[in-house]
Protein backbone atom coordinates (compact mmCIF):
# COMPACT_ATOMS: atom_id res chain seq x y z
CA UNK A 1 0.00 0.00 0.00
CA UNK A 2 2.92 2.55 0.61
CA UNK A 3 4.23 2.07 -2.70
CA UNK A 4 1.45 2.13 -3.94
CA UNK A 5 0.43 5.08 -2.71
CA UNK A 6 3.41 6.83 -3.47
CA UNK A 7 2.21 8.46 -7.02
CA UNK A 8 -0.82 10.15 -5.18
CA UNK A 9 -0.70 13.19 -3.80
CA UNK A 10 -0.41 14.38 -0.40
CA UNK A 11 -4.42 14.51 0.33
CA UNK A 12 -5.19 11.36 -0.95
CA UNK A 13 -2.21 9.56 0.94
CA UNK A 14 -2.81 11.29 3.84
CA UNK A 15 -6.90 9.41 3.87
CA UNK A 16 -5.30 5.80 2.44
CA UNK A 17 -1.41 5.57 3.50
CA UNK A 18 -0.30 2.58 5.48
CA UNK A 19 -4.19 1.18 5.81
CA UNK A 20 -6.45 -1.02 3.89
CA UNK A 21 -9.49 -2.55 4.61
CA UNK A 22 -9.28 -4.90 7.82
CA UNK A 23 -9.06 -8.68 5.81
CA UNK A 24 -11.59 -10.54 7.72
CA UNK A 25 -14.58 -7.73 8.47
CA UNK A 26 -13.96 -5.54 5.59
CA UNK A 27 -13.58 -2.78 8.01
CA UNK A 28 -13.11 0.32 6.17
CA UNK A 29 -11.08 2.28 8.95
CA UNK A 30 -8.34 0.56 10.83
CA UNK A 31 -9.89 -1.07 14.04
CA UNK A 32 -8.19 -0.90 17.61
CA UNK A 33 -6.44 -3.30 18.26
CA UNK A 34 -7.01 -3.63 21.92
CA UNK A 35 -5.08 -7.08 22.79
CA UNK A 36 -1.73 -7.53 24.68
CA UNK A 37 -0.71 -10.58 22.29
CA UNK A 38 -1.48 -12.69 19.37
CA UNK A 39 -1.77 -16.26 19.19
CA UNK A 40 1.30 -18.30 17.71
CA UNK A 41 0.07 -21.22 15.43
CA UNK A 42 3.63 -23.28 16.34
CA UNK A 43 6.61 -22.26 17.87
CA UNK A 44 7.86 -19.18 16.23
CA UNK A 45 4.94 -19.23 13.94
CA UNK A 46 3.52 -15.79 13.85
CA UNK A 47 1.57 -13.59 11.85
CA UNK A 48 4.07 -11.01 12.15
CA UNK A 49 2.26 -9.72 15.50
CA UNK A 50 3.42 -11.41 18.87
CA UNK A 51 3.40 -9.07 21.64
CA UNK A 52 1.54 -5.53 21.62
CA UNK A 53 4.56 -3.51 22.93
CA UNK A 54 6.98 -4.84 19.57
CA UNK A 55 4.07 -4.52 17.29
CA UNK A 56 0.31 -3.19 17.03
CA UNK A 57 -1.79 -2.82 14.14
CA UNK A 58 -3.28 0.02 14.47
CA UNK A 59 0.03 1.59 15.60
CA UNK A 60 1.84 0.46 12.21
CA UNK A 61 -1.24 1.79 10.09
CA UNK A 62 -0.64 4.90 11.95
CA UNK A 63 3.33 5.03 11.51
CA UNK A 64 3.29 4.03 7.75
CA UNK A 65 0.93 6.63 7.25
CA UNK A 66 3.01 9.01 8.78
CA UNK A 67 6.18 8.04 7.49
CA UNK A 68 4.92 8.61 3.71
CA UNK A 69 3.43 11.56 4.23
CA UNK A 70 7.25 12.58 5.76
CA UNK A 71 8.83 11.24 2.98
CA UNK A 72 10.63 8.57 5.36
CA UNK A 73 10.61 4.25 4.67
CA UNK A 74 9.84 3.92 8.87
CA UNK A 75 8.40 5.87 11.69
CA UNK A 76 8.10 4.60 15.05
CA UNK A 77 5.32 6.46 17.51
CA UNK A 78 5.76 7.15 20.87
CA UNK A 79 3.34 7.69 24.00
CA UNK A 80 4.38 11.43 24.26
CA UNK A 81 6.63 13.81 21.40
CA UNK A 82 9.05 14.16 24.42
CA UNK A 83 9.00 10.07 25.05
CA UNK A 84 10.01 10.30 20.97
CA UNK A 85 12.91 12.88 21.66
CA UNK A 86 13.86 11.11 24.84
CA UNK A 87 14.22 7.74 22.48
CA UNK A 88 16.05 9.32 20.10
CA UNK A 89 18.59 11.23 22.39
CA UNK A 90 19.60 6.90 22.93
CA UNK A 91 20.95 7.20 19.42
CA UNK A 92 24.09 8.57 21.29
CA UNK A 93 26.57 7.08 23.39
CA UNK A 94 27.06 8.37 26.95
CA UNK A 95 29.08 11.57 26.83
CA UNK A 96 28.23 12.94 23.29
CA UNK A 97 27.93 15.91 22.41
CA UNK A 98 24.99 17.83 20.98
CA UNK A 99 23.95 20.87 18.90
CA UNK A 100 20.40 22.29 19.64
CA UNK A 101 18.90 25.34 18.34
CA UNK A 102 18.98 27.93 21.65
CA UNK A 103 14.81 28.51 21.21
CA UNK A 104 13.04 25.56 21.29
CA UNK A 105 9.90 23.64 23.09
CA UNK A 106 11.06 24.12 27.20
CA UNK A 107 10.19 20.61 27.73
CA UNK A 108 12.85 19.64 25.10
CA UNK A 109 15.26 21.59 26.68
CA UNK A 110 14.70 20.32 30.41
CA UNK A 111 14.98 17.03 29.15
CA UNK A 112 18.42 17.81 28.19
CA UNK A 113 19.05 20.06 30.82
CA UNK A 114 17.24 18.40 33.64
CA UNK A 115 17.54 14.51 32.58
CA UNK A 116 20.20 13.75 29.89
CA UNK A 117 23.00 15.54 31.47
CA UNK A 118 22.87 13.82 34.49
CA UNK A 119 21.99 10.45 33.35
CA UNK A 120 23.91 10.26 29.91
CA UNK A 121 26.63 12.89 30.47
CA UNK A 122 24.99 14.68 27.68
CA UNK A 123 27.05 17.54 26.65
CA UNK A 124 25.20 20.40 24.70
CA UNK A 125 25.98 23.62 22.83
CA UNK A 126 23.38 26.22 21.58
CA UNK A 127 23.26 27.98 18.18
CA UNK A 128 21.47 30.81 17.27
CA UNK A 129 19.67 30.37 13.54
CA UNK A 130 19.65 34.17 13.62
CA UNK A 131 23.35 34.06 13.27
CA UNK A 132 23.82 31.02 10.28
CA UNK A 133 27.66 31.88 10.16
CA UNK A 134 28.25 31.15 13.43
CA UNK A 135 26.71 27.62 13.71
CA UNK A 136 30.12 26.20 12.08
CA UNK A 137 32.30 27.36 15.02
CA UNK A 138 29.94 24.82 17.81
CA UNK A 139 30.37 21.95 15.84
CA UNK A 140 33.57 19.96 17.05
CA UNK A 141 34.86 16.49 16.43
CA UNK A 142 32.49 15.19 19.68
CA UNK A 143 29.56 16.31 18.27
CA UNK A 144 27.22 13.43 17.49
CA UNK A 145 23.67 15.14 16.63
CA UNK A 146 22.05 18.73 15.56
CA UNK A 147 18.95 19.22 16.98
CA UNK A 148 16.99 22.19 15.37
CA UNK A 149 13.31 23.38 15.65
CA UNK A 150 11.95 25.37 12.95
CA UNK A 151 10.05 27.54 13.39
CA UNK A 152 10.93 27.80 17.07
CA UNK A 153 9.39 28.24 20.03
CA UNK A 154 8.37 30.16 20.54
CA UNK A 155 10.54 32.94 19.12
CA UNK A 156 9.71 31.23 15.19
CA UNK A 157 13.31 31.46 14.22
CA UNK A 158 14.10 29.74 11.37
CA UNK A 159 16.39 27.68 10.51
CA UNK A 160 18.14 26.39 7.01
CA UNK A 161 17.51 22.98 6.77
CA UNK A 162 19.79 22.34 3.48
CA UNK A 163 22.57 24.53 4.63
CA UNK A 164 22.34 21.90 8.55
CA UNK A 165 22.39 18.99 6.77
CA UNK A 166 25.36 19.57 4.02
CA UNK A 167 27.57 20.72 7.35
CA UNK A 168 26.37 17.35 9.10
CA UNK A 169 26.74 15.16 6.23
CA UNK A 170 30.49 15.57 5.80
CA UNK A 171 30.96 15.06 9.22
CA UNK A 172 28.69 12.01 10.31
CA UNK A 173 26.75 14.12 12.72
CA UNK A 174 22.81 12.92 12.74
CA UNK A 175 20.35 15.66 11.97
CA UNK A 176 16.94 16.03 14.05
CA UNK A 177 14.41 18.14 13.16
CA UNK A 178 11.20 18.21 15.73
CA UNK A 179 8.94 19.34 12.65
CA UNK A 180 5.65 19.95 15.12
CA UNK A 181 5.20 23.70 14.09
CA UNK A 182 4.55 22.86 10.67
CA UNK A 183 3.45 18.88 10.24
CA UNK A 184 4.38 17.27 6.95
CA UNK A 185 2.01 19.07 4.83
CA UNK A 186 3.94 22.34 5.39
CA UNK A 187 7.63 21.14 5.83
CA UNK A 188 9.57 17.76 5.29
CA UNK A 189 12.93 17.75 6.43
CA UNK A 190 13.48 14.72 4.67
CA UNK A 191 13.41 16.16 1.53
CA UNK A 192 16.43 18.37 2.54
CA UNK A 193 18.60 15.66 3.40
CA UNK A 194 18.00 15.91 7.36
CA UNK A 195 18.00 12.40 8.62
CA UNK A 196 15.54 12.23 11.25
CA UNK A 197 12.20 13.82 12.18
CA UNK A 198 10.19 14.25 15.35
CA UNK A 199 6.98 14.87 15.92
CA UNK A 200 4.49 15.92 19.20
CA UNK A 201 1.50 14.01 17.69
CA UNK A 202 -0.69 15.66 19.99
CA UNK A 203 -0.35 19.10 18.40
CA UNK A 204 -1.32 19.13 14.27
CA UNK A 205 -0.87 15.70 13.41
CA UNK A 206 -3.69 14.72 15.33
CA UNK A 207 -5.48 17.99 15.52
CA UNK A 208 -8.19 18.03 17.75
CA UNK A 209 -6.54 18.08 21.15
CA UNK A 210 -7.68 14.69 22.61
CA UNK A 211 -4.68 12.54 22.74
CA UNK A 212 -1.12 13.00 24.10
CA UNK A 213 1.54 10.80 21.22
CA UNK A 214 4.70 11.27 19.52
CA UNK A 215 6.44 9.80 16.34
CA UNK A 216 9.93 9.56 15.25
CA UNK A 217 10.46 9.53 11.09
CA UNK A 218 13.80 8.57 8.96
CA UNK A 219 14.63 6.91 5.69
CA UNK A 220 18.21 5.97 6.97
CA UNK A 221 18.14 2.05 7.33
CA UNK A 222 20.65 2.30 10.16
CA UNK A 223 18.94 4.67 12.11
CA UNK A 224 15.52 3.10 11.37
CA UNK A 225 17.34 -0.19 12.65
CA UNK A 226 18.20 1.27 15.68
CA UNK A 227 15.24 2.80 16.71
CA UNK A 228 13.09 -0.42 16.02
CA UNK A 229 15.49 -2.09 18.35
CA UNK A 230 15.15 0.75 21.11
CA UNK A 231 11.21 1.43 20.59
CA UNK A 232 10.63 -2.23 21.62
CA UNK A 233 13.78 -2.08 24.06
CA UNK A 234 12.95 1.46 25.55
CA UNK A 235 9.12 0.80 25.39
CA UNK A 236 7.41 4.08 25.72
CA UNK A 237 4.99 3.10 22.67
CA UNK A 238 1.42 4.76 21.66
CA UNK A 239 -1.15 2.92 22.80
CA UNK A 240 -3.80 1.80 20.09
CA UNK A 241 -6.45 3.86 20.95
CA UNK A 242 -4.28 6.93 20.54
CA UNK A 243 -2.94 5.41 17.45
CA UNK A 244 -6.40 5.10 16.31
CA UNK A 245 -7.41 9.12 17.47
CA UNK A 246 -4.41 9.93 15.05
CA UNK A 247 -5.14 8.15 12.53
CA UNK A 248 -8.66 9.67 12.48
CA UNK A 249 -7.00 13.32 12.79
CA UNK A 250 -4.67 13.31 10.04
CA UNK A 251 -6.49 12.31 7.32
CA UNK A 252 -8.23 15.75 7.65
CA UNK A 253 -4.20 17.43 7.95
CA UNK A 254 -4.27 19.60 4.46
CA UNK A 255 -7.93 20.69 4.82
CA UNK A 256 -7.06 21.84 8.15
CA UNK A 257 -3.55 23.35 7.49
CA UNK A 258 -5.07 25.44 4.66
CA UNK A 259 -7.12 27.17 7.11
CA UNK A 260 -5.07 27.36 9.92
CA UNK A 261 -2.60 29.05 7.28
CA UNK A 262 -4.91 31.07 5.85
CA UNK A 263 -6.17 32.35 9.10
CA UNK A 264 -2.84 33.00 11.19
CA UNK A 265 -1.77 35.34 8.06
CA UNK A 266 -5.12 37.66 8.28
CA UNK A 267 -4.47 38.00 11.82
CA UNK A 268 -0.66 38.50 12.08
CA UNK A 269 -1.04 41.31 9.34
CA UNK A 270 -3.67 43.02 11.36
CA UNK A 271 -1.44 42.61 14.49
CA UNK A 272 1.08 44.38 12.58
CA UNK A 273 -1.07 47.49 12.23
CA UNK A 274 -1.90 47.04 16.01
CA UNK A 275 -1.11 50.15 17.97
CA UNK A 276 -1.16 48.13 21.12
CA UNK A 277 1.44 45.39 19.23
CA UNK A 278 5.04 46.22 19.95
CA UNK A 279 6.16 43.46 17.74
CA UNK A 280 4.81 40.83 15.55
CA UNK A 281 6.70 37.63 14.99
CA UNK A 282 5.80 35.82 11.69
CA UNK A 283 7.29 33.73 9.20
CA UNK A 284 5.18 35.02 6.68
CA UNK A 285 5.68 38.72 7.13
CA UNK A 286 8.51 40.50 5.16
CA UNK A 287 10.16 41.54 8.71
CA UNK A 288 10.45 38.42 9.40
CA UNK A 289 14.82 38.45 9.78
CA UNK A 290 14.54 34.54 7.51
CA UNK A 291 11.20 35.45 5.95
CA UNK A 292 13.27 33.94 2.21
CA UNK A 293 14.46 30.66 4.02
CA UNK A 294 10.74 30.03 5.12
CA UNK A 295 9.32 30.81 1.62
CA UNK A 296 12.17 28.36 0.15
CA UNK A 297 11.84 25.25 3.03
CA UNK A 298 8.24 25.51 4.06
CA UNK A 299 5.86 25.09 0.52
CA UNK A 300 4.50 27.74 0.58
CA UNK A 301 2.72 28.33 3.79
CA UNK A 302 3.99 30.03 7.11
CA UNK A 303 2.01 28.32 9.98
CA UNK A 304 -0.19 28.96 12.00
CA UNK A 305 1.74 29.94 15.05
CA UNK A 306 1.94 33.93 15.74
CA UNK A 307 4.47 35.57 18.32
CA UNK A 308 3.38 38.83 19.55
CA UNK A 309 5.42 41.62 21.72
CA UNK A 310 2.29 43.23 23.63
CA UNK A 311 3.29 47.40 24.75
CA UNK A 312 2.29 46.62 28.34
CA UNK A 313 3.17 44.74 31.12
CA UNK A 314 2.41 41.67 33.24
CA UNK A 315 -0.55 43.26 34.83
CA UNK A 316 -1.80 44.47 30.77
CA UNK A 317 -0.98 41.12 29.48
CA UNK A 318 -2.69 39.56 32.52
CA UNK A 319 -6.33 41.70 31.93
CA UNK A 320 -5.91 41.06 27.81
CA UNK A 321 -5.87 37.55 28.40
CA UNK A 322 -8.51 37.47 30.66
CA UNK A 323 -11.23 38.97 28.27
CA UNK A 324 -11.18 36.59 25.76
CA UNK A 325 -13.82 34.62 24.70
CA UNK A 326 -12.99 32.82 21.57
CA UNK A 327 -9.26 31.85 21.75
CA UNK A 328 -8.57 30.02 24.69
CA UNK A 329 -6.09 30.96 27.80
CA UNK A 330 -4.17 27.10 27.87
CA UNK A 331 -0.83 24.99 26.75
CA UNK A 332 -0.53 23.11 23.92
CA UNK A 333 -1.20 24.15 20.15
CA UNK A 334 -1.96 22.45 16.79
CA UNK A 335 -5.75 21.69 17.30
CA UNK A 336 -8.62 23.02 15.48
CA UNK A 337 -9.69 25.61 18.54
CA UNK A 338 -7.69 28.76 18.63
CA UNK A 339 -5.45 28.84 21.79
CA UNK A 340 -3.21 31.58 22.94
CA UNK A 341 -0.12 30.61 25.89
CA UNK A 342 2.00 33.04 27.78
CA UNK A 343 5.21 31.56 27.68
CA UNK A 344 7.25 32.97 30.52
CA UNK A 345 4.22 31.26 33.03
CA UNK A 346 3.46 28.51 30.73
CA UNK A 347 5.23 26.41 28.22
CA UNK A 348 8.50 28.36 29.07
CA UNK A 349 8.46 28.39 32.60
CA UNK A 350 11.02 24.94 33.38
CA UNK A 351 13.28 27.29 31.93
CA UNK A 352 15.63 30.19 34.36
CA UNK A 353 14.67 33.40 34.56
CA UNK A 354 18.25 34.89 33.68
CA UNK A 355 18.16 32.36 30.45
CA UNK A 356 14.61 33.64 29.20
CA UNK A 357 15.67 36.79 29.71
CA UNK A 358 18.69 36.34 27.36
CA UNK A 359 16.46 34.93 24.71
CA UNK A 360 14.17 37.35 24.80
CA UNK A 361 11.46 35.83 26.36
CA UNK A 362 10.05 38.52 28.29
CA UNK A 363 6.42 39.17 30.31
CA UNK A 364 4.75 41.02 27.51
CA UNK A 365 5.07 38.09 24.92
CA UNK A 366 2.14 36.09 23.91
CA UNK A 367 2.10 33.04 21.78
CA UNK A 368 -1.28 32.23 19.58
CA UNK A 369 -1.98 28.92 18.05
CA UNK A 370 -4.36 30.17 15.64
CA UNK A 371 -7.23 27.54 15.02
CA UNK A 372 -10.03 26.91 12.15
CA UNK A 373 -12.61 29.16 13.43
CA UNK A 374 -13.49 32.11 11.34
CA UNK A 375 -11.42 34.14 11.36
CA UNK A 376 -13.34 37.35 11.38
CA UNK A 377 -14.79 36.16 15.13
CA UNK A 378 -10.69 35.39 16.17
CA UNK A 379 -10.14 39.02 15.10
CA UNK A 380 -13.15 40.24 17.22
CA UNK A 381 -12.21 38.97 20.10
CA UNK A 382 -8.78 39.80 19.75
CA UNK A 383 -9.82 43.54 19.26
CA UNK A 384 -12.13 43.45 22.03
CA UNK A 385 -9.19 41.67 24.48
CA UNK A 386 -6.42 44.50 23.05
CA UNK A 387 -8.94 47.41 24.91
CA UNK A 388 -8.18 46.36 28.51
CA UNK A 389 -4.53 47.11 27.82
C1 LIG B 1 4.46 19.88 22.53
C2 LIG B 1 5.80 19.83 21.90
C3 LIG B 1 6.71 18.82 22.23
C4 LIG B 1 6.44 17.77 23.28
O1 LIG B 1 5.39 16.93 22.90
P1 LIG B 1 4.41 16.21 23.96
O2 LIG B 1 3.51 15.45 23.07
O3 LIG B 1 3.76 17.29 24.75
O4 LIG B 1 5.29 15.36 24.82
C5 LIG B 1 7.94 18.81 21.58
N1 LIG B 1 8.25 19.75 20.66
C6 LIG B 1 7.41 20.74 20.33
C7 LIG B 1 7.82 21.75 19.32
C8 LIG B 1 6.16 20.81 20.94
O5 LIG B 1 5.32 21.81 20.62
Redesign the pocket.
Known amino acids: MTTKTKKHHFDTRAIHAGQEPEPITGAVMTPIFATSTFKQKSPGKHTGFEYARTQNPTRLAFEKCIADLEGGTNAFAYS????A?ATVLELLKSGSHLVAVDDM?G??WRLFEAVRKRSANLQVSYINPDLPETIDSKISDETKMIWI?TPS?PLLKITDLTQIAKIAKTRNIITVV?N??CSPYIQRPLENGIDVVIH????YINGHSDM???IVVTKNPEIAEALEFLQNAVGSILDPFSCFLALRGVKTLPLRMHQHCSNAEKIAHWLDQHPKVEKVIYPGLNSHPQHKIATTQMNGFYGAMISVYLKTDMAGVRRALEKLSVFTLAE??GGVESLIGHPVTMSHGSIPKERRTNLNISDNLIRLSVGVESADDLLEDLNQSFEEI
Open positions: SGLAGYGSENDTFSVTKVGGSL
